[in-house]
């Protein structure tokens, strides 16, 4: 293929509104699939993301396509939509030169699309906006067309409209990939220049890279060497994704595909790395920003002998997953465990499941919490502490007041987008949870854009549970009504004992809240009259398996339920 018939592209989009769904067409559009009605988000291979239908992965798809006469080569990098794993979405950016912008034609544009857009806008690609969904009833594609004229400013006769479902219009989306995004710049005759964008650890094949290649020419055989590391790797394998590996000779500058290496865990395929060939250097790419953990949480074995299975565990899933940080910790209830950052709420749930699908571990989380800064107000404290600033990243170290000049928290800039008949107990949300407004904007008649600075942790657990409800009023005394409704949570959540559980809240020493789990036994054979002895051990032997299934702590058995329940509350 010459350059010039290379188009690569992304798609991007609020959650839900059919980035995997245009995915699919475009894959039986180009022959990469065959059509049938078992299409379903194709590229999300991952058990979790079937279930939630969400993309967790970027993944990367191959496609051919005929245009005028004239073959080309499409590169499509599918992406997560969900704001916690929107790190994903700036790395696939980084290998293309355009993108589909999908906006659902009934729901028009939501927060996400408003933040990829500007994460595709600041890489100076092309964005083609694509209005999806036109067959719903309540479709209204005009409206939204004016939304994306006034929000971002691009001329609604550049939009779009398509059902992704019914695959109308989809051909279409196809030649303005072709008319409107530029081929890559590139040159075939410098010396290798790959970036890696993506990588999977594969058990029985180690690292495989994605790369998307800038100059030169890369094959089988070929020395390597990582810019990061300094590393040299022969190439064991080249290809395509298509959207499986298929194993090609070469790859050349303008083509994005796989790469093995040798490489034996992914810190050795650093995302943003560059690659090129040996005693050829060249300048490195800019790398990516990594990305930061905002959510920590407390993560142990149910039952300690557990411990090293779920250590192997856990490793093995952050090599697929750098964006997850480890560290050691233990906790007198539950014993040796590891405090893991996450990027978010989402992430957290998803790294969790993976443990329990892909590794068939199963763990107990502790409540997830935010880093937060001390500046120390002392020169021994800070001659201790060897810094002027500590990162505390568990709630169980935090430093005692007395210690400390100043707390620091992370803060987000949010954006909301709401019917304006709301906007008033959503602008009395916000400032409930210590937010500053930074902007406010009509998108259309009447939907309504708010920015807001938000300190991250008033909203990492439930904000947008409580943004959709918006019903109840919110509690100002937050400790005491946090504290209560753990409790309350707890003390619904546990199964009832032979003897009385006390459950309380504390913050330091001081108990703010108190609830009690009367004493209680299920007694499984109440209904069970007479002798018949095997029915007798049927049911307890059936009670006894309940019970393998709660999470023991000290002498109480908690179902892991409570504990997700009490995540939830605040
Ligand atoms: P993603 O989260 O952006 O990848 O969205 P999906 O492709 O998973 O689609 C979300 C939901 O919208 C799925 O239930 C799809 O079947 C549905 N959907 C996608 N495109 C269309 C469409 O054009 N029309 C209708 N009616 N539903 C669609
Ligand atoms: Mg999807």
Same mark, same amino acid.
């Given at each position: 293929f010459s350059v010039e018939n290379i188009r690569n592209f992304s798609i991007i989009a609020h959650v839900d509104h059919g980035k995997s769904t245009l995915a699919d067409r475009l894959l039986e559009l180009t022959g990469t699939?065959? +059509?049938?009605? =078992? =299409?379903? @988000?194709?590229?999300?291979?991952l058990q979790v993301e079937r279930e939630r239908g969400i993309t967790v992965k970027a993944q990367t798809a191959s496609l051919f396509y005929n245009c005028e006469g004239k073959q080309y080569l499409l590169n499509l990098i599918d992406t997560p939509g969900h704001v916690d794993f929107s790190y994903e979405v700036s790395r696939s950016l980084s290998a293309c030169q355009g993108v589909l912008l999908v906006v659902d034609a009934n729901e028009g544009i939501q927060a996400q699309t408003v933040a990829n857009f500007f994460l595709a806008f600041e890489a100076q690609l092309s964005i083609i906006p694509v209005i999806n969904k036109v067959d719903l009833k309540n479709a209204d594609p005009e409206r939204v067309e004016k939304q994306i004229e006034k929000v971002? *400013?691009?001329? &609604?006769?550049?939009c779009i409209k398509i059902s992704a479902k019914l695959g109308t219009n989809v051909e279409r989306v196809l030649q303005a990939v072709i008319k409107r995004i530029p081929p890559p710049k590139v040159?075939? +005759?410098?010396p290798l220049k790959a970036l890696v964008f993506d990588s999977t650890f594969d058990q029985y094949r180690g690292v495989i890279a994605n790369v998307a290649l800038f100059d030169g020419v890369v094959s089988k055989g070929d020395k390597i060497v990582s810019a990061h590391t300094k590393k040299t790797y022969e190439v064991n394998e080249v290809g395509v994704l298509n959207p499986n590996e298929q194993p090609t000779h070469k790859l050349y500058a303008g083509q994005v595909g796989y790469l093995i290496a040798?490489?034996? *865990?992914v810190t050795e395929a650093q995302i943003g790395d560059t690659l090129y060939l040996h005693k050829q250097p060249v300048e490195p790419l800019p790398g990516f920003k990594s990305a930061k953990p905002m959510v920590f949480a407390g993560m142990y074995p149910?039952? @300690? &002998?557990e411990y090293n299975n779920l250590k192997s565990a856990v490793e093995k899933l952050t090599i697929n997953d750098s964006s997850v940080t480890v560290h050691r910790d233990s906790s007198l209830a539950l014993g040796a465990g590891w405090r893991l950052g996450f990027l978010g709420l989402l992430h957290m749930e998803v790294f969790n499941q993976r443990l329990e699908q892909e590794y068939n571990a199963s763990v107990i989380l502790t409540t997830p919490t935010v880093p937060y800064k001390a500046v120390l107000s002392s020169a021994k404290l800070i001659k201790e502490y060897r810094e002027k600033e500590i990162t505390i990243i568990n709630p169980a170290q935090f430093p005692d007041k007395s210690k400390v000049t100043e707390y620091l928290e992370p803060v987000v800039l949010g954006t909301i987008i709401t019917p304006d008949e709301y906007t008033g107990k959503v602008m009395m949300l916000c400032q409930a949870r210590r937010a500053v407004q930074k902007n406010m904007m009509y998108i259309d008649q009447n939907r309504v854009m708010l920015k807001y600075l938000f300190p991250l942790n008033e909203i990492v657990v439930d904000f947008y549970d409580s943004l959709k409800s918006l019903s109840s009023g919110y509690a100002r005394d937050k400790a005491h009504s946090v504290g209560k409704a753990v409790c309350e949570r707890l003390k619904e959540s546990l199964p009832r004992q032979l003897f009385e559980i006390a459950v309380q809240a504390a913050v330091g020493s001081k108990i703010i809240a108190r609830e009690t789990v009367k004493a209680y036994r299920k007694n499984v054979l109440a209904k069970c009259y007479g002798g018949d002895i095997t029915r007798k051990m049927k049911l307890l032997k059936r009670q006894a398996e309940g019970k393998k299934k709660l999470r023991k702590i000290g002498n109480i058995e908690v179902p892991k339920d409570a504990f997700i329940k009490v995540l939830r509350t605040q």
């Open positions: 699939i065959d +059509k049938t009605k =078992n =299409n379903k @988000q194709v590229l999300d291979k971002f *400013d691009i001329p &609604s006769d550049e040159h075939r +005759k410098n040798g490489m034996k *865990d149910i039952d @300690q &002998s």
